[in-house]
């Protein structure tokens, strides 16, 4: 991103989860969708191009476990709801700096197959005329061009799904079909565990919590570190030789570890390439070990590659969940190390130069996801 400083804030409430949603009301007219540094599977639309459709504008981004397992339903209502007047717009504003790459997230939208309008937002110009701070964030527009619902976080697909049913009888849509979508999704688009004690946990000095390597963390410089030899429970280290960014850790010569001791029954890091794109590649391994609790971005002997700056699954427990020690060994320099997140449903609360966005907090509600 050009000139934008931003820091983002992760927020647990009442076990984990945190959801908005407010009433079908009015809550104002549509702000416009301008400041986009270009669009995907679409050209330029504008609130007075979508008038006299129903709009659902969701804000998300391609590395946030919790945005990618909204993206089913997205795609299933688009499917449904598309021939009944319904638009689905997929705000892509970005976390970490390689999101706001436009190629980024071209990749990103191709391998996801996501179908819809994709603005990408990357100086955050669309998030802020919605004084938008959660991903992902649904808002719901009616044909006159009001917003009259919307929801923070994962979660109360069914409510949402009937006040797009709502919303499109409002504006003429008959015969609509009575059922909801029901979802299964793979991989990490997959729902979340239900035994989740790990938080997500950033790798970059600026944010960094839990470091457990002996050595203390040195900022924007080559160290050697040890990895901890008996991490606790939520506890992380680096072996080899790093030089730790704000967001992110990269490695200098090969080979290097991460270790991460966790409870969750999945672990997904946030990983790029080296500068030079230059495939980087690892072997996972779980309590000393790789097995048959290997994700969809590993194999059964803990092996993969880093290609694109993105979110790796790299483990899914599949029989019972228990505290277990991951390790991941980069083979190669040059891997860029953001953070892990455990696909809980948390909730996201963006801060902007400090400042939050939206005067309106999260309150506790029924299964939604703040973010990072």
């Known amino acids: 991103m050009k000139n934008l400083a931003f820091w983002i804030t992760a927020t647990v409430l009442i076990g984990g989860v945190v959801a908005v949603a407010s009433g079908i009301g009015d809550e104002g007219r549509m702000p416009e969708l301008d400041g986009a540094v270009a669009w995907v599977n679409s050209a330029p639309l504008s609130s007075k191009a979508l008038r006299g459709k129903v709009v659902l504008v969701n804000f998300w981004t391609y590395s946030c476990i919790n945005s990618l397992r909204e993206l089913p339903y997205m795609k299933a209502w688009m499917a449904k709801y598309k021939d009944a007047g319904l638009v689905v717009i997929g705000v892509h504003a970005p976390e970490f700096g ?3 790459d436009p190629v980024n997230v071209k990749n990103a939208v191709s391998d996801l197959n996501v179908a819809y309008p994709i ?3 990357s100086n955050h110009s669309i998030w802020t005329n919605f004084r938008n701070e959660y991903w992902p964030a649904d808002y719901f527009i009616d044909g006159k061009g009001r917003i009259r619902y919307h929801h923070f976080g994962e979660g109360e697909y069914e409510k949402s799904e009937r006040v797009i049913k709502t919303l499109l009888t409002e504006n003429g849509a008959t ?8 979802i299964k999704a793979e991989g990490s688009e997959a729902p979340p565990g239900n035994d989740v004690q790990s938080p997500e946990t950033y790798i970059g000095y600026a944010r960094a919590e839990s470091f457990a390597s002996p050595e203390r963390m040195a900022r924007e410089s080559r160290r050697i570190y040890s990895p901890p ?3 606790g429970l939520n506890q992380w280290g680096l072996g080899g030789s790093w030089n730790l960014g704000g967001e ?5 010569s090969a080979p290097g570890k991460i270790v991460f001791r966790f409870h969750s029954r999945d672990l997904h890091m946030i990983l790029g390439p080296s500068k030079n794109r230059t495939p980087v590649r690892f072997k996972v391994k779980v ?4 097995g048959d609790d290997h994700g969809s971005d590993s194999a059964a002997d803990g092996t993969g590659e880093v ?3 993105r979110m790796y699954q790299l483990i899914r427990q599949k029989g019972l969940i228990r505290d277990v020690t991951f390790e991941i060994e980069f083979l190669d320099p040059g891997v860029q190390a953001f953070g892990f997140t455990f696909g809980q449903e948390t909730g996201r609360v963006y801060e902007y130069d ?9 309150q506790p509600g029924g299964g939604g996801d703040r973010h990072r």
């Open 287 to 290: 309590n000393g070990a790789p």
């Open 307 to 309: 290609r694109q700056p």
């Open 119 to 121: 603005p990408i937002d």
């Open 354 to 362: 400090g400042t939050r966005r939206n005067g309106a907090g999260a």
């Open 98 to 100: 390689f999101e706001s």
């Open 248 to 252: 992110r850790a990269t490695l200098e």
């Open 175 to 182: 015969g609509l079909d009575e059922s909801i979508v029901h």
């Open 229 to 231: 030899a008996r991490p």
